[in-house]
């Protein structure tokens, strides 16, 4: 467990003051010691166009690039129609094109939400659980972190009030990160296996 793993970390908002990125700040704060979080804010993304998407805005190119340098994955979304917002959707069109190039090939990710309603985004986490299995992403399932009624969670700092969140956060991460680890030791197995 010493070695860092490396997550970037993203949320499905662009809304200055999100609930979903004070969650994307406090899973930082509570990561344990071997994870590091990046996080990226999706800001800048234009609309996906086939037409650019071999050679697509610096942007782009910028979250495919961060994509592949991590081990992990950490979204956070909030729920929209009962599903993903759309700035979300659209990242992930952009980052998983062209065919052949789906930059979330083979990544472990984390998936958490916060609403302001009781469901707490699970039909969005739903939905979104749904992309990682054309994307090739392996979602960790337990524990999973929904934040109900965000705006009696969060303090006026953005800091989570909630202890049995926070606690099931750190849990989230935890399996994350050894998730990461037992993948990373598979694929050295698997390489030394043909190689010998």
Known sequence: MDEKIRVLGFAGSLRKASYNKMLLNEAVRLAPPNVVIETFDLEG????????????????????????QSDALLIVTPEYNYSV?????????????PYGDNAFDG????????????????RAQYHLRQMCVFLNMYPVNTPEVFVTFAPQKF???????????EKFIRQLLENLANYTLRLKLGR?????????
């Open 45 to 68: 993304i234009p609309l996906y166009n086939q037409d650019f998407e071999v050679d697509p805005p610096e942007r782009v190119k910028e979250f495919k690039s961060k994509i592949r």
């Open 188 to 196: 050295q197995r698997l390489l030394v296996a043909e190689n010998s």
């Open 155 to 165: 303090d006026s700092r953005g800091r989570l009030t909630d202890k049995d969140a």
């Open 85 to 97: 917002p759309g700035v979300l959707k659209n990242a992930i069109d952009w980052a998983s094109r």
């Open 107 to 122: 990544k472990p990710v984390a998936i958490m939400s916060a609403s302001i309603g009781m469901l707490g985004g699970a």
